[in-house]
Antibody, heavy 119, light 107 residues
Framework: EVKLVESGGGLVQPGGSLRLSCATS????????MSWVRQPPGKALEWLGF??????????EYSASVKGRFTISRDNSQSILYLQMNTLRAEDSATYYC??????????WGQGTLVTVSA | DIQMTQSPASQSASLGESVTITCLAS??????LAWYQQKPGKSPQLLIY???TLADGVPSRFSGSGSGTKFSFKISSLQAEDFVSYYC?????????FGGGTNLEIK
């Protein structure tokens, strides 16, 4: 069974940093692209970026809204996906989801972890 | 970036009725479109991919159509559990943009 479990969310001050984790199981982690998606309270989903699979060199792509501030990485030995978030702003407050694709489609999602950026 | 314009933002309907949601892409995306259902406090669930293909285990009252820039998502014979939120997403090119969402409400 495919499982994705996010952790690491919480309250952080503006300008601060936070690292989210997505622990995975039930599949060969290195075979898949992994994405991060966020959703501010009561608002729409926003794709943040992905990290490619082993066959594609684990390279990354980001949305413009987080490029340069957020970094996606993966620990393939432990099947964990990370999202390092720096210089956080109030507008980064959201539930953050990790997602795994099947043939490019986001078929599996974690339960989400809430990040609140506030003084 | 490809913009996804989803409409309506909210819609009221009765049990047993049919509803249709539309997504317009700002440029052609072929059939690289997915539809998700999201229940309150839960993560999104993939319902339809490649514009028309039902994901595993999804009831046949859900359907999708379209290609290029105009896409539709239909729920036939609404059930009580269908009154939640729905999103389209294009996966033609990064950034993989979502529509603004549609909130279905019981009339």
């Amino acid at each position: 069974e495919v499982k994705l479990v996010e952790s690491g969310g919480g309250l952080v001050q503006p300008g601060g940093s936070l690292r989210l984790s997505c622990a995975t199981s039930g599949f060969t982690f290195t075979d898949y692209y992994m994405s991060w998606v966020r959703q501010p309270p009561g608002k729409a989903l926003e794709w943040l970026g992905f990290i490619r699979n082993k066959a594609n060199g684990y390279t990354t792509e980001y949305s413009a809204s987080v490029k340069g501030r957020f970094t996606i990485s993966r620990d393939n030995s432990q099947s964990i996906l990370y999202l390092q978030m720096n210089t956080l702003r109030a507008e980064d407050s959201a539930t953050y989801y990790c997602a795994r694709d099947i043939a490019g489609w986001f078929a599996y999602w974690g339960q989400g972890t809430l990040v609140t950026v506030s003084a | 970036d490809i913009q996804m314009t989803q409409s309506p933002a909210s819609q009221s309907a009765s049990l047993g009725e049919s509803v249709t949601i539309t997504c317009l892409a700002s440029q052609t995306i072929g059939t690289w479109l997915a539809w998700y259902q999201q229940k309150p406090g839960k993560s999104p669930q993939l319902l339809i991919y490649a514009a028309t293909t039902l994901a595993d285990g999804v009831p046949s009252r859900f359907s999708g159509s379209g290609s290029g820039t105009k896409f539709s998502f239909k729920i036939s014979s609404l059930q009580a559990e269908d009154f939640v939120s729905y999103y389209c997403q294009q996966l033609y090119s990064t950034p993989y943009t979502f529509g603004g969402g549609t909130n279905l409400e019981i009339k």
